[in-house]
C-alpha cells in the first residue's frame, strides 16, 4: 500500500528564514509520481510541483526547491527567504503512474511565517 | 480559462438526511475525482470518473456515490448522513490518462456541516 508520511505537523518561522518541509513515502511501485499541493486558509489545494520516480534531478523555482532522493524514499521541499504569503498548509502526495487521479496525501504540514 | 468550480460552497444538513454535491471541470478535463478532508482522517480520496464511468474507488461506505455527465460534469452524493460526514469536500479535475501532464486542479471546496 502506499504511505506519505509528513512527521512535521506544524512549524513556525520568522519572515526571511530558510524553511525545509520533509515528506517520506511508501510505494512498492517501481514508477511513481510525487506532488507537493499548497493549501491557503481558502481551502483550495495549489499545485506546485510534480516529479516522476525516474527523475532524480533537483528542481528550483524562484524561492522554492525540491530535493527528491529515491534511495531514502524522500521529497522534501525548502522555502528559501519566507515570506508571510507562504503560510498554508503544504501536502505531499503520491500517485501510481498513469493514476495521477487518485493522490494518496500525507497529513500536511502547517507553515507559518511571522513578520 | 476558468478553474474547477463547486457548488455549493457551504451545506448545513442534519443526521440522516442526504446531499449532492457538484463540481465543473475546467474545459477539456474529463476525469474528475472527489477528495473528503477531515482534521482527522486528512485528504482521502473518495473516487474518480472518467467519461461517465467510475474508473477508481477508495475505501468509503456505498453511503457515498457519484455520477458524472456527458459534459464532464460531476455530482457525488451521501445517503444517511452521519456527523462524521462533516468535513471539506474537494473535487479535482485533470486531462485524460494519456496525456503527459496530468495534475490535478482542485476546486475550491463544499464544506458540509452535519448536525
Known amino acids: 500500500a502506499q504511505k506519505v508520511t509528513q512527521a512535521q505537523t506544524e512549524i513556525s518561522v520568522v519572515e526571511k528564514e530558510d524553511v525545509t518541509l520533509d515528506c517520506v513515502y511508501e510505494?512498492?511501485?517501481?514508477?511513481?509520481?510525487l506532488f507537493w499541493y499548497k493549501q491557503p486558509p481558502s481551502g483550495e489545494l495549489v499545485f506546485l510541483i510534480r516529479r516522476n520516480s525516474f527523475d532524480e534531478q533537483n528542481e528550483i523555482s524562484g524561492r522554492y526547491s525540491w530535493n527528491f532522493q529515491k534511495s531514502t524514499s524522500s521529497f522534501n521541499f525548502t522555502i528559501t527567504a519566507s515570506q508571510v504569503v507562504d503560510s498554508a498548509v503544504y501536502f505531499c502526495?503520491?500517485?501510481?503512474?498513469?493514476?495521477?487521479?487518485?493522490?494518496?496525501f500525507g497529513q500536511g504540514t502547517r507553515l507559518t511565517i511571522n513578520p | 480559462k476558468a478553474g474547477v468550480t463547486q457548488t455549493p460552497r457551504y451545506l448545513i444538513k442534519t443526521r440522516g438526511q442526504q446531499v449532492t454535491l457538484s463540481c465543473s471541470p475546467i474545459s477539456g478535463h474529463r476525469s474528475v475525482s472527489w477528495y473528503q478532508q477531515t482534521p482527522g482522517q486528512g485528504l482521502q480520496f473518495l473516487f474518480e470518473y472518467f467519461s461517465e464511468t467510475q474508473r477508481n474507488k477508495g475505501n468509503f461506505p456505498g453511503r457515498f456515490s457519484g455520477r458524472q455527465f456527458s459534459n464532464s460534469r460531476s455530482e457525488m452524493n451521501v445517503s444517511t448522513l452521519e456527523l462524521g460526514d462533516s468535513a471539506l469536500y474537494l473535487c479535482a479535475s485533470s486531462l485524460p490518462r494519456e496525456s503527459s501532464y496530468n495534475e490535478q486542479f482542485f476546486g475550491p471546496g463544499t464544506r458540509l456541516t452535519v448536525l
Open positions: 502526495a503520491l500517485s501510481e503512474a498513469g493514476g495521477a487521479q487518485k493522490l494518496v
Open positions: 510505494t512498492r511501485d517501481t514508477t511513481y509520481y
